[in-house]
Protein backbone atom coordinates (compact mmCIF):
# COMPACT_ATOMS: atom_id res chain seq x y z
CA UNK A 1 0.00 0.00 0.00
CA UNK A 2 1.05 2.85 -0.83
CA UNK A 3 1.07 6.25 1.90
CA UNK A 4 2.39 8.98 0.20
CA UNK A 5 -0.43 11.39 1.25
CA UNK A 6 0.10 10.52 5.03
CA UNK A 7 4.25 10.81 4.99
CA UNK A 8 6.26 13.63 4.82
CA UNK A 9 7.94 13.96 1.52
CA UNK A 10 11.58 14.57 0.86
CA UNK A 11 11.27 17.20 -1.57
CA UNK A 12 13.25 20.71 -1.34
CA UNK A 13 10.59 22.51 -2.07
CA UNK A 14 7.54 23.12 -0.31
CA UNK A 15 3.12 22.57 -0.92
CA UNK A 16 0.99 24.64 0.25
CA UNK A 17 -3.08 24.26 -0.59
CA UNK A 18 -6.28 25.58 0.33
CA UNK A 19 -8.81 23.58 0.43
CA UNK A 20 -12.82 24.96 0.82
CA UNK A 21 -16.18 24.87 -1.16
CA UNK A 22 -17.23 27.91 -3.90
CA UNK A 23 -17.54 30.62 -1.95
CA UNK A 24 -15.10 30.45 0.74
CA UNK A 25 -12.54 32.94 -0.78
CA UNK A 26 -9.81 30.49 -0.87
CA UNK A 27 -8.62 31.34 -4.77
CA UNK A 28 -8.59 35.05 -3.38
CA UNK A 29 -6.44 34.18 -0.88
CA UNK A 30 -4.25 32.24 -2.20
CA UNK A 31 -3.69 34.82 -5.17
CA UNK A 32 -2.58 37.63 -2.22
CA UNK A 33 -0.49 34.68 -1.00
CA UNK A 34 1.19 33.96 -4.19
CA UNK A 35 1.94 37.83 -4.16
CA UNK A 36 3.50 37.85 -1.42
CA UNK A 37 5.78 35.14 -1.71
CA UNK A 38 6.65 36.46 -5.04
CA UNK A 39 7.46 39.92 -3.52
CA UNK A 40 9.38 37.99 -1.11
CA UNK A 41 11.54 36.09 -3.29
CA UNK A 42 10.25 32.80 -3.66
CA UNK A 43 9.76 31.07 -6.87
CA UNK A 44 6.05 29.96 -7.15
CA UNK A 45 4.16 27.71 -9.06
CA UNK A 46 0.24 27.74 -8.36
CA UNK A 47 -2.25 24.71 -10.10
CA UNK A 48 -5.51 24.83 -10.34
CA UNK A 49 -8.12 21.26 -9.54
CA UNK A 50 -8.80 19.39 -12.77
CA UNK A 51 -7.08 21.67 -15.31
CA UNK A 52 -4.76 19.39 -17.26
CA UNK A 53 -5.27 19.40 -21.06
CA UNK A 54 -5.69 15.69 -21.17
CA UNK A 55 -8.96 14.97 -18.95
CA UNK A 56 -10.26 18.34 -20.12
CA UNK A 57 -11.36 17.29 -23.24
CA UNK A 58 -13.57 13.70 -21.55
CA UNK A 59 -14.88 16.11 -18.27
CA UNK A 60 -16.60 18.47 -21.01
CA UNK A 61 -18.24 15.56 -23.19
CA UNK A 62 -19.07 14.15 -20.06
CA UNK A 63 -20.64 17.50 -18.46
CA UNK A 64 -21.84 18.85 -21.39
CA UNK A 65 -23.94 15.40 -22.00
CA UNK A 66 -24.59 14.92 -18.26
CA UNK A 67 -22.92 11.62 -18.76
CA UNK A 68 -20.62 11.31 -15.40
CA UNK A 69 -21.34 9.01 -12.91
CA UNK A 70 -20.12 9.34 -9.18
CA UNK A 71 -17.25 6.66 -10.20
CA UNK A 72 -16.02 8.05 -13.44
CA UNK A 73 -16.35 11.60 -12.00
CA UNK A 74 -14.18 10.77 -9.33
CA UNK A 75 -11.72 8.62 -11.71
CA UNK A 76 -11.58 11.32 -14.23
CA UNK A 77 -10.45 14.24 -11.21
CA UNK A 78 -7.81 11.13 -10.15
CA UNK A 79 -6.52 11.56 -13.64
CA UNK A 80 -6.60 14.69 -13.90
CA UNK A 81 -4.62 15.23 -10.69
CA UNK A 82 -2.47 12.15 -11.22
CA UNK A 83 -1.11 14.08 -14.59
CA UNK A 84 -1.05 17.32 -12.78
CA UNK A 85 1.24 15.87 -9.82
CA UNK A 86 3.79 14.68 -11.94
CA UNK A 87 4.21 17.11 -14.38
CA UNK A 88 3.05 20.23 -12.62
CA UNK A 89 3.95 19.69 -8.81
CA UNK A 90 6.82 17.12 -8.05
CA UNK A 91 9.16 19.30 -10.79
CA UNK A 92 8.99 22.54 -9.20
CA UNK A 93 9.25 20.73 -5.79
CA UNK A 94 12.15 19.14 -6.53
CA UNK A 95 13.82 22.20 -8.06
CA UNK A 96 12.85 23.84 -4.50
CA UNK A 97 10.31 26.05 -5.52
CA UNK A 98 7.26 26.97 -4.04
CA UNK A 99 3.83 24.96 -5.08
CA UNK A 100 0.43 26.74 -4.35
CA UNK A 101 -2.53 24.11 -4.92
CA UNK A 102 -6.17 25.43 -5.30
CA UNK A 103 -8.13 22.35 -4.54
CA UNK A 104 -5.97 18.94 -3.54
CA UNK A 105 -7.23 15.43 -3.08
CA UNK A 106 -9.12 16.75 -0.13
CA UNK A 107 -11.74 18.15 -2.60
CA UNK A 108 -12.39 14.57 -3.89
CA UNK A 109 -12.50 13.05 -0.61
CA UNK A 110 -15.28 15.66 0.22
CA UNK A 111 -17.06 15.63 -2.97
CA UNK A 112 -17.43 12.17 -4.33
CA UNK A 113 -18.04 10.73 -0.80
CA UNK A 114 -20.75 13.04 -0.98
CA UNK A 115 -21.63 11.60 -4.18
CA UNK A 116 -21.77 8.25 -2.79
CA UNK A 117 -18.43 6.35 -3.56
CA UNK A 118 -16.75 4.80 -1.00
CA UNK A 119 -15.09 6.58 1.67
CA UNK A 120 -12.12 4.25 2.03
CA UNK A 121 -11.81 3.28 -1.76
CA UNK A 122 -11.18 7.08 -2.41
CA UNK A 123 -8.50 7.62 0.16
CA UNK A 124 -6.55 4.56 -1.19
CA UNK A 125 -7.12 5.93 -4.89
CA UNK A 126 -4.81 9.24 -3.83
CA UNK A 127 -2.22 7.51 -1.74
CA UNK A 128 -0.32 7.87 -4.46
CA UNK A 129 -0.43 12.12 -3.71
CA UNK A 130 2.38 13.85 -2.20
CA UNK A 131 1.36 15.47 1.36
CA UNK A 132 0.64 18.81 1.47
CA UNK A 133 3.63 20.97 3.98
CA UNK A 134 0.22 22.40 4.99
CA UNK A 135 -2.88 22.39 4.12
CA UNK A 136 -5.58 25.22 4.94
CA UNK A 137 -9.21 25.05 5.04
CA UNK A 138 -11.28 27.75 4.69
CA UNK A 139 -14.34 27.19 6.67
CA UNK A 140 -17.55 28.76 5.65
CA UNK A 141 -21.05 28.51 6.12
CA UNK A 142 -23.61 27.67 3.19
CA UNK A 143 -25.34 30.83 3.67
CA UNK A 144 -22.06 33.10 3.52
CA UNK A 145 -20.99 31.05 0.49
CA UNK A 146 -24.76 30.99 -1.66
CA UNK A 147 -24.51 34.64 -0.42
CA UNK A 148 -21.00 35.71 -2.01
CA UNK A 149 -22.06 33.52 -5.06
CA UNK A 150 -25.17 35.55 -5.67
CA UNK A 151 -23.44 38.91 -5.08
CA UNK A 152 -20.89 37.73 -8.06
CA UNK A 153 -23.74 36.70 -10.55
CA UNK A 154 -22.51 33.40 -10.61
CA UNK A 155 -24.05 30.93 -12.40
CA UNK A 156 -24.50 27.92 -10.43
CA UNK A 157 -22.73 25.23 -12.51
CA UNK A 158 -24.38 21.68 -12.75
CA UNK A 159 -21.95 19.36 -11.18
CA UNK A 160 -20.33 22.06 -8.56
CA UNK A 161 -24.64 22.04 -7.26
CA UNK A 162 -24.40 18.62 -7.11
CA UNK A 163 -27.26 18.59 -9.98
CA UNK A 164 -26.54 15.15 -11.51
CA UNK A 165 -27.77 13.46 -7.88
CA UNK A 166 -31.31 14.59 -8.40
CA UNK A 167 -31.67 15.99 -5.08
CA UNK A 168 -33.56 19.41 -6.35
CA UNK A 169 -34.10 20.21 -9.48
CA UNK A 170 -33.64 24.02 -8.37
CA UNK A 171 -30.05 25.21 -8.95
CA UNK A 172 -29.87 26.99 -5.67
CA UNK A 173 -31.62 24.58 -3.42
CA UNK A 174 -29.30 21.64 -5.32
CA UNK A 175 -26.33 23.77 -4.55
CA UNK A 176 -27.45 24.40 -0.85
CA UNK A 177 -28.29 20.30 -0.21
CA UNK A 178 -24.98 19.17 -1.82
CA UNK A 179 -22.18 21.82 -0.59
CA UNK A 180 -23.86 21.40 3.33
CA UNK A 181 -23.01 17.46 2.88
CA UNK A 182 -19.31 18.50 1.60
CA UNK A 183 -18.73 20.90 4.34
CA UNK A 184 -19.56 18.16 6.87
CA UNK A 185 -16.92 15.89 5.07
CA UNK A 186 -14.41 18.60 5.19
CA UNK A 187 -15.34 18.46 8.84
CA UNK A 188 -14.38 15.05 8.96
CA UNK A 189 -11.16 15.75 7.27
CA UNK A 190 -9.98 18.31 9.22
CA UNK A 191 -8.71 16.37 12.29
CA UNK A 192 -8.10 13.40 9.86
CA UNK A 193 -5.48 15.24 7.57
CA UNK A 194 -4.24 17.93 10.54
CA UNK A 195 -5.74 20.76 8.57
CA UNK A 196 -5.41 24.39 9.45
CA UNK A 197 -8.56 25.75 9.69
CA UNK A 198 -9.34 29.36 8.78
CA UNK A 199 -12.37 31.19 9.43
CA UNK A 200 -13.67 32.41 6.32
CA UNK A 201 -16.25 34.53 7.38
CA UNK A 202 -14.02 37.22 8.59
CA UNK A 203 -12.46 40.13 6.53
CA UNK A 204 -9.95 39.18 3.46
CA UNK A 205 -7.25 41.11 4.73
CA UNK A 206 -7.64 39.69 8.51
CA UNK A 207 -7.43 36.32 6.56
CA UNK A 208 -4.51 36.92 4.70
CA UNK A 209 -3.08 38.52 7.57
CA UNK A 210 -3.39 34.67 9.22
CA UNK A 211 -2.85 32.80 6.44
CA UNK A 212 0.39 34.59 5.97
CA UNK A 213 1.53 34.35 9.85
CA UNK A 214 0.98 30.45 9.27
CA UNK A 215 2.63 30.16 5.81
CA UNK A 216 5.81 31.62 7.57
CA UNK A 217 6.66 29.24 9.96
CA UNK A 218 6.97 26.89 6.92
CA UNK A 219 9.04 29.02 4.63
CA UNK A 220 11.43 31.33 6.92
CA UNK A 221 14.37 29.30 6.85
CA UNK A 222 14.20 28.19 3.14
CA UNK A 223 13.69 32.13 1.37
CA UNK A 224 15.70 31.59 -1.35
CA UNK A 225 18.90 32.86 -1.62
CA UNK A 226 21.31 34.35 -4.39
CA UNK A 227 23.28 31.16 -6.22
CA UNK A 228 26.66 31.05 -5.40
CA UNK A 229 26.68 29.05 -8.30
CA UNK A 230 28.90 31.14 -11.68
CA UNK A 231 26.44 30.90 -14.53
CA UNK A 232 27.78 28.71 -17.46
CA UNK A 233 29.17 30.85 -19.95
CA UNK B 1 -27.46 6.81 -4.94
CA UNK B 2 -28.18 8.55 -1.68
CA UNK B 3 -30.26 11.02 -0.50
CA UNK B 4 -29.13 13.85 1.53
CA UNK B 5 -31.56 12.90 4.06
CA UNK B 6 -30.04 9.52 4.63
CA UNK B 7 -27.26 9.44 6.80
CA UNK B 8 -26.22 6.35 5.72
CA UNK B 9 -22.71 4.30 7.93
CA UNK B 10 -20.04 3.40 4.73
CA UNK B 11 -21.21 0.56 3.43
CA UNK B 12 -19.44 -2.71 4.79
CA UNK B 13 -17.19 -4.00 2.21
CA UNK B 14 -18.49 -6.37 -0.67
CA UNK B 15 -16.46 -9.25 -1.11
CA UNK B 16 -13.77 -11.32 0.57
CA UNK B 17 -11.29 -8.73 -1.14
CA UNK B 18 -8.25 -9.28 -3.72
CA UNK B 19 -6.54 -11.77 -1.96
CA UNK B 20 -9.44 -14.15 -0.39
CA UNK B 21 -11.74 -16.18 -2.67
CA UNK B 22 -13.24 -14.27 -5.68
CA UNK B 23 -16.24 -13.54 -5.04
CA UNK B 24 -18.03 -14.75 -8.59
CA UNK B 25 -20.51 -11.97 -9.40
CA UNK B 26 -20.00 -9.84 -6.34
CA UNK B 27 -17.75 -6.70 -6.11
CA UNK B 28 -13.96 -7.94 -5.92
CA UNK B 29 -13.37 -4.81 -3.09
CA UNK B 30 -15.29 -1.88 -1.79
CA UNK B 31 -17.71 -2.28 -4.79
CA UNK B 32 -19.88 0.83 -6.06
CA UNK B 33 -22.27 1.56 -2.49
CA UNK B 34 -25.13 3.34 -4.46
CA UNK B 35 -25.04 0.56 -7.03
CA UNK B 36 -25.82 -2.52 -5.15
CA UNK B 37 -25.60 -5.70 -7.46
CA UNK B 38 -26.83 -8.87 -5.63
CA UNK B 39 -29.47 -11.36 -7.31
CA UNK B 40 -29.40 -10.43 -10.73
CA UNK B 41 -30.19 -12.67 -13.74
CA UNK B 42 -26.93 -12.64 -15.84
CA UNK B 43 -23.98 -14.02 -16.14
CA UNK B 44 -20.00 -12.40 -16.70
CA UNK B 45 -17.53 -14.20 -18.59
CA UNK B 46 -14.74 -12.95 -19.68
CA UNK B 47 -12.11 -13.76 -22.18
CA UNK B 48 -9.08 -12.72 -21.43
CA UNK B 49 -5.27 -13.25 -22.74
CA UNK B 50 -2.70 -11.14 -24.74
CA UNK B 51 -2.56 -9.35 -27.64
CA UNK B 52 -3.10 -11.60 -30.63
CA UNK B 53 -3.98 -14.55 -28.83
CA UNK B 54 -7.46 -14.79 -30.32
CA UNK B 55 -9.87 -13.63 -28.12
CA UNK B 56 -11.95 -11.76 -30.55
CA UNK B 57 -12.29 -15.07 -32.99
CA UNK B 58 -13.61 -16.94 -30.04
CA UNK B 59 -15.85 -14.31 -28.83
CA UNK B 60 -17.67 -13.89 -31.84
CA UNK B 61 -17.90 -18.20 -32.04
CA UNK B 62 -19.30 -18.58 -28.64
CA UNK B 63 -21.73 -15.49 -29.07
CA UNK B 64 -23.28 -17.36 -32.29
CA UNK B 65 -23.28 -20.78 -30.15
CA UNK B 66 -25.18 -19.17 -27.21
CA UNK B 67 -27.33 -17.24 -29.19
CA UNK B 68 -28.89 -20.18 -30.97
CA UNK B 69 -28.82 -21.47 -27.91
CA UNK B 70 -31.56 -19.00 -26.67
CA UNK B 71 -29.18 -16.61 -24.38
CA UNK B 72 -29.10 -12.95 -25.03
CA UNK B 73 -26.25 -11.97 -25.61
CA UNK B 74 -24.08 -8.22 -24.63
CA UNK B 75 -20.12 -7.95 -26.00
CA UNK B 76 -18.04 -5.55 -24.44
CA UNK B 77 -14.35 -4.57 -24.91
CA UNK B 78 -12.01 -2.68 -23.45
CA UNK B 79 -11.21 0.83 -24.35
CA UNK B 80 -14.64 1.14 -25.97
CA UNK B 81 -16.18 3.55 -23.97
CA UNK B 82 -18.15 6.85 -25.31
CA UNK B 83 -16.88 9.06 -22.85
CA UNK B 84 -13.62 7.91 -23.00
CA UNK B 85 -12.35 6.80 -26.12
CA UNK B 86 -11.58 9.87 -27.71
CA UNK B 87 -9.42 10.75 -24.80
CA UNK B 88 -7.74 7.46 -24.42
CA UNK B 89 -6.63 7.98 -28.68
CA UNK B 90 -5.58 11.75 -28.00
CA UNK B 91 -3.69 10.28 -25.14
CA UNK B 92 -2.09 7.29 -27.46
CA UNK B 93 -1.15 9.55 -29.66
CA UNK B 94 0.05 12.20 -28.06
CA UNK B 95 3.04 10.46 -25.82
CA UNK B 96 2.30 12.29 -22.52
CA UNK B 97 0.85 9.57 -20.96
CA UNK B 98 2.73 8.16 -17.51
CA UNK B 99 2.09 5.24 -16.54
CA UNK B 100 -0.60 6.60 -13.57
CA UNK B 101 -3.01 8.53 -16.06
CA UNK B 102 -2.46 5.32 -18.28
CA UNK B 103 -4.01 3.33 -15.25
CA UNK B 104 -6.64 5.74 -14.24
CA UNK B 105 -7.77 6.34 -17.61
CA UNK B 106 -8.17 2.54 -18.31
CA UNK B 107 -10.39 2.65 -14.93
CA UNK B 108 -12.19 5.73 -15.58
CA UNK B 109 -13.27 4.01 -19.33
CA UNK B 110 -13.65 0.17 -17.86
CA UNK B 111 -16.03 2.29 -15.12
CA UNK B 112 -18.27 3.96 -17.28
CA UNK B 113 -19.13 0.37 -19.16
CA UNK B 114 -19.08 -1.62 -16.38
CA UNK B 115 -22.12 1.14 -14.56
CA UNK B 116 -23.84 1.89 -18.15
CA UNK B 117 -23.46 -1.40 -20.34
CA UNK B 118 -22.54 -4.17 -17.84
CA UNK B 119 -24.54 -4.23 -14.85
CA UNK B 120 -27.84 -2.81 -16.62
CA UNK B 121 -26.93 -6.15 -18.74
CA UNK B 122 -26.62 -8.41 -16.15
CA UNK B 123 -29.53 -7.07 -14.36
CA UNK B 124 -31.28 -7.74 -17.88
CA UNK B 125 -30.23 -11.50 -17.78
CA UNK B 126 -27.77 -11.13 -20.53
CA UNK B 127 -24.99 -13.59 -20.75
CA UNK B 128 -22.15 -10.63 -21.10
CA UNK B 129 -18.85 -11.42 -23.06
CA UNK B 130 -15.97 -9.12 -21.84
CA UNK B 131 -13.27 -9.38 -24.38
CA UNK B 132 -10.74 -8.73 -21.64
CA UNK B 133 -10.97 -7.40 -18.13
CA UNK B 134 -9.17 -5.96 -15.52
CA UNK B 135 -6.58 -8.76 -15.66
CA UNK B 136 -5.02 -6.63 -19.15
CA UNK B 137 -5.23 -3.68 -16.94
CA UNK B 138 -3.49 -4.80 -14.00
CA UNK B 139 -0.93 -6.88 -16.15
CA UNK B 140 -0.01 -4.20 -18.47
CA UNK B 141 0.39 -1.64 -15.01
CA UNK B 142 2.36 -4.48 -13.33
CA UNK B 143 4.92 -4.43 -15.74
CA UNK B 144 5.39 -0.64 -16.06
CA UNK B 145 6.15 -1.06 -12.07
CA UNK B 146 2.13 0.92 -10.55
CA UNK B 147 2.00 -0.68 -6.86
CA UNK B 148 0.31 -3.86 -7.20
CA UNK B 149 -2.19 -3.23 -3.85
CA UNK B 150 -3.01 -0.08 -5.27
CA UNK B 151 -4.32 -1.32 -8.30
CA UNK B 152 -6.40 -4.01 -6.41
CA UNK B 153 -7.52 -1.49 -4.41
CA UNK B 154 -8.45 0.73 -6.90
CA UNK B 155 -10.75 -2.15 -8.76
CA UNK B 156 -11.89 -2.71 -5.89
CA UNK B 157 -15.17 -1.62 -7.74
CA UNK B 158 -14.93 -4.18 -10.56
CA UNK B 159 -17.53 -7.22 -10.64
CA UNK B 160 -15.60 -10.33 -10.46
CA UNK B 161 -17.01 -12.54 -13.46
CA UNK B 162 -18.55 -15.65 -12.77
CA UNK B 163 -15.60 -17.24 -15.44
CA UNK B 164 -12.65 -16.00 -16.40
CA UNK B 165 -11.01 -18.01 -19.15
CA UNK B 166 -7.09 -17.28 -20.07
CA UNK B 167 -6.03 -18.47 -23.47
CA UNK B 168 -2.27 -18.82 -22.64
CA UNK B 169 -0.29 -18.87 -25.30
CA UNK B 170 3.70 -18.70 -25.97
CA UNK B 171 6.06 -15.67 -26.83
CA UNK B 172 7.56 -17.77 -29.76
CA UNK B 173 4.15 -18.79 -31.36
CA UNK B 174 2.46 -15.49 -30.16
CA UNK B 175 4.78 -13.68 -32.61
CA UNK B 176 4.44 -15.64 -35.71
CA UNK B 177 1.03 -15.31 -35.29
CA UNK B 178 0.90 -11.66 -35.24
CA UNK B 179 3.29 -11.44 -37.82
CA UNK B 180 1.17 -13.12 -39.84
CA UNK B 181 -1.84 -10.85 -39.64
CA UNK B 182 -1.66 -7.69 -38.72
CA UNK B 183 1.69 -6.80 -37.34
CA UNK B 184 3.41 -5.37 -34.20
CA UNK B 185 2.22 -2.01 -32.86
CA UNK B 186 3.78 0.67 -30.75
CA UNK B 187 2.03 -0.06 -27.69
CA UNK B 188 1.51 -4.05 -27.89
CA UNK B 189 5.47 -4.11 -28.38
CA UNK B 190 5.86 -2.01 -25.08
CA UNK B 191 7.96 0.63 -27.51
CA UNK B 192 6.85 3.41 -24.46
CA UNK B 193 8.81 1.15 -21.28
CA UNK B 194 11.67 1.75 -23.94
CA UNK B 195 13.46 -1.72 -24.43
CA UNK B 196 15.02 -0.26 -27.03
CA UNK B 197 14.65 1.28 -31.21
CA UNK B 198 14.08 -2.67 -32.35
CA UNK B 199 10.04 -2.97 -32.54
CA UNK B 200 10.91 -7.13 -32.76
CA UNK B 201 13.22 -7.48 -29.54
CA UNK B 202 10.94 -4.83 -27.72
CA UNK B 203 7.80 -7.03 -28.82
CA UNK B 204 9.40 -10.42 -27.41
CA UNK B 205 10.88 -8.55 -24.21
CA UNK B 206 7.34 -7.04 -23.43
CA UNK B 207 5.17 -9.90 -24.03
CA UNK B 208 7.49 -12.23 -22.32
CA UNK B 209 6.80 -10.13 -19.60
CA UNK B 210 3.08 -9.57 -19.87
CA UNK B 211 2.50 -12.97 -20.17
CA UNK B 212 4.28 -13.50 -17.03
CA UNK B 213 1.92 -11.28 -15.38
CA UNK B 214 -1.17 -12.51 -16.11
CA UNK B 215 0.37 -16.42 -15.04
CA UNK B 216 0.95 -14.64 -11.98
CA UNK B 217 -2.63 -13.68 -11.77
CA UNK B 218 -3.98 -16.89 -12.44
CA UNK B 219 -4.96 -18.22 -9.03
CA UNK B 220 -5.89 -15.18 -7.68
CA UNK B 221 -8.29 -14.23 -9.69
CA UNK B 222 -9.28 -18.05 -10.58
CA UNK B 223 -8.45 -18.01 -13.93
CA UNK B 224 -9.68 -21.35 -16.33
CA UNK B 225 -6.78 -21.75 -18.62
CA UNK B 226 -6.72 -23.08 -22.22
CA UNK B 227 -4.68 -23.80 -24.00
CA UNK B 228 -4.37 -20.98 -27.35
CA UNK B 229 -1.90 -22.27 -29.19
CA UNK B 230 -4.25 -25.49 -30.84
CA UNK B 231 -6.35 -24.88 -33.57
CA UNK B 232 -9.56 -22.24 -33.38
CA UNK B 233 -12.50 -25.03 -33.02
CA UNK B 234 -10.73 -27.26 -30.51
CA UNK B 235 -10.26 -24.16 -28.23
CA UNK B 236 -13.99 -23.00 -28.86
CA UNK B 237 -15.15 -27.05 -28.05
CA UNK B 238 -13.10 -26.34 -24.58
CA UNK B 239 -14.72 -22.81 -23.90
CA UNK B 240 -18.09 -24.10 -25.00
CA UNK B 241 -18.05 -27.35 -22.52
CA UNK B 242 -17.37 -25.56 -19.91
CA UNK B 243 -19.37 -22.66 -20.37
CA UNK B 244 -21.91 -25.31 -21.10
CA UNK B 245 -21.39 -26.79 -17.48
CA UNK B 246 -22.11 -23.59 -16.19
CA UNK B 247 -25.03 -22.38 -17.82
CA UNK B 248 -27.21 -25.25 -18.72
CA UNK B 249 -27.79 -26.77 -14.54
CA UNK B 250 -29.01 -22.87 -13.74
CA UNK B 251 -31.07 -21.53 -16.41
CA UNK B 252 -33.27 -23.55 -19.25
CA UNK B 253 -32.31 -21.93 -22.56
CA UNK B 254 -35.22 -21.45 -25.08
CA UNK B 255 -34.46 -24.41 -27.21
CA UNK B 256 -34.97 -26.96 -24.63
CA UNK B 257 -38.44 -25.70 -23.75
CA UNK B 258 -39.19 -25.83 -28.15
CA UNK B 259 -38.34 -29.40 -27.73
CA UNK B 260 -41.40 -30.46 -24.94
Known amino acids: MLNNLTQPHEYPGKLFVVEGIDGSGKTTQLALLAKWLSAEGYRVFVTEWNSSALVKAATRTGKKKNALTPMTFSLLHATDFADRLLYKVIPPLKAGMIVLADRYAYTAFARDVTRGVDRQWVRELYSFAVRPDLALYFRVPIDVSVDRLMARRVKLKFYEAGMDLGWSTNPLESFRLFQGKVLDEYDQLVPEFGMEVIDAKSSITDQQRLVRQVIAQHVQTRRMEITDDEPVV | ?260
Open chain 2, 1 to 260: MTSPSSDAPDAPAQGTGPNGDSPAGGYYGRGIPYLPIHGYPGKLIAIEGTDGVGRSTQIQLLREWLEVKGYGVVETGWTRSRLMQPTIEIAKGSNTLNKLTFVLLYATDFADRLEKEIIPALKAGFVVLSDRYIFTALARAGVRGVDRQWLRNLYGFAIAPHMVFYLNIDVKTLITRVLESRGMDFWESGMDLKHGDDIYDSFRAYQNKLLREYSSMADEFQFRVVDARRPVNRIQDELRKQLAAFLEPTEKPADTLLTR
